[in-house]
């Protein structure tokens, strides 16, 4: 088989640059290890900054997430027992973010694959990439019947996520990796009950982080920290709502947390990871190939948005016009926005947490910037700006 862009990997970014690059009249292929039904159901991220729901609407793939996503004009930060409101609408002159699952916009992206009838080939795991310095990249898969395949392309895009092969095809000695492992986890669960509060609540507590977010009126979605040697059979039903509920509590009562079926419970540790850079000859990386955010300022899904948006345009700019200069700027145009999301994430996942080993001191001036942030309009508005998304420059 022979395609222009052979991208790897049916996430966010894989999938959102497939149909970028078609609505460009660009070619490409799509090769996901896991099953279909298998991606629409992994539960992850849930908020869209204002640019991808922008993005995503412009991209003629935003019919439901109209219809359906939730539209929030701020948050809470809760600590020492009160829940104070960042208000992103008058902070950002009206900017505001979205609610709607990381799989929802899996699953709007592959039926609008589906009905182009273009190339997106599920149970078909890449093992390497060759070629990356010739006229032509190899891609080597073993496809759903078993049988092992090679697709040649112009180009290959690691879509790949974390794990996957892409990045690995970079030389060590021609990358360099930049990284943080926070030390706590995320307890996530989805719940059939109704959301806790209209707006999600950020909550730095003693027992550790907790927040509340939602999917649907009925649907809530809810994480606390926990250790990094925790499993979750480590936590019955029981023990989340105690925990959630005592992170939550207040003399004044607290919010109201509506317990209810449990559909589904994951552990996420907190990682900070860069590789640069996100170019080797004829291979982009995008995404959590490239990059992963701790969850705390909700920016993953949203960074592989990002990264494909700037990678669509280059690569439209080289076959319309055989201008390669966006593709050469690609790397460093992402990674400036990259660590200014990095930055952000880092800076939000410190305030929140608990962390284990420190200082009485290091405990009160974290308070202090909680305090901060919601005294000062300045402060504020950093965090509420970073929040809904940074501009694209
Ligand atoms: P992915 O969504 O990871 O997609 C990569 C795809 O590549 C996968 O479908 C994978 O199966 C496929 N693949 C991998 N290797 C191969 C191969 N060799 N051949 C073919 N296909 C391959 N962010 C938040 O903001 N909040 C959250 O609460 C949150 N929770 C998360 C929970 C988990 C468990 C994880 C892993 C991530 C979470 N994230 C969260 C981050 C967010 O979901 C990611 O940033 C986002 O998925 C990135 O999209 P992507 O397309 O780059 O990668
Ligand atoms: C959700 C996830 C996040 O990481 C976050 O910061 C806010 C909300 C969510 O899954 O809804």
């Known amino acids: 088989m022979r395609t222009q862009v052979a991208i790897v990997g049916a996430g966010p970014a894989g999938l959102a640059l497939a149909h970028l690059l078609h609505r460009r009249g660009i070619e490409s292929i799509v090769l996901e290890s896991r099953s279909r039904a298998h991606v629409e159901r992994r539960v992850r991220a849930g908020v869209l900054e204002a640019g991808s729901v922008d993005l995503l609407l412009a991209m003629g793939v935003g019919e439901r997430l109209r219809r359906e996503g939730l539209v929030h004009r701020g948050i809470a930060l809760r600590f020492a027992d009160t829940s104070h ?26 039926a609008a694959r589906a009905a182009l009838g273009l190339p997106l080939l599920f149970e078909s795991e890449v093992s390497a990439v060759n070629g990356l310095h010739g006229d032509r990249v190899a891609i080597a898969y073993r496809s759903a019947d078993g049988i092992e395949r090679i697709i040649r392309a112009d180009y290959v895009v690691g879509c790949d996520g974390f794990h996957g092969v892409c990045r690995r095809a970079i030389p060590a000695s021609e990358l360099r990796i930049y990284e943080r492992d926070f030390p706590f986890s995320w307890l996530g ?23 509340v977010s939602m999917r649907s009126p009925t649907i809530s979605r809810l994480y606390v920290q926990c250790a990094n040697d925790e499993h979750v059979d480590d936590w019955s039903d029981d023990r989340f709502w105690t925990e959630l509920r005592a992170r939550l509590a207040s003399d004044a009562g607290g919010p109201n947390v509506v317990a209810g079926p449990i559909l589904q419970k994951g552990i996420t540790p907190l990682r900070s990871f860069v590789a640069e850079p996100m170019r080797y000859g004829r291979l982009f990386l995008a995404g959590d190939a490239a990059h992963i955010v701790p969850p705390t300022g909700a920016k993953g899904m949203n960074m592989a948005l990002a990264d494909v948006r700037v990678l669509a345009a280059a690569l439209d700019a080289f076959y319309a ?14 990674l400036r926005r990259v660590w200014r999301t990095q930055r952000f994430s880092a800076w939000m996942t410190s305030m929140l947490h608990r962390f284990a080993d420190v200082s009485e001191f290091d405990r009160r001036v974290q308070l202090a910037e909680l305090d901060y942030v919601i005294s000062s309009r300045a402060a504020s508005q950093t965090l509420a700006e970073n929040y809904v998304g940074l501009a694209f420059t």
């Open 321 to 334: 016009r055989g201008d390669d200069g966006l593709l050469e700027a690609y790397s460093p145009t992402c």
């Open 189 to 211: 669960i989805l719940a059939q009950s109704p959301p806790v509060s209209e707006e999600l609540i950020y909550t730095h507590h003693e027992r550790g982080f907790a927040l």
């Open 85 to 110: 409101r960042i208000d992103f609408d008058e902070l950002t002159g009206g900017q505001t973010v979205t609610v709607y699952g990381q799989q929802e916009v899996v699953k709007d992206l592959i």
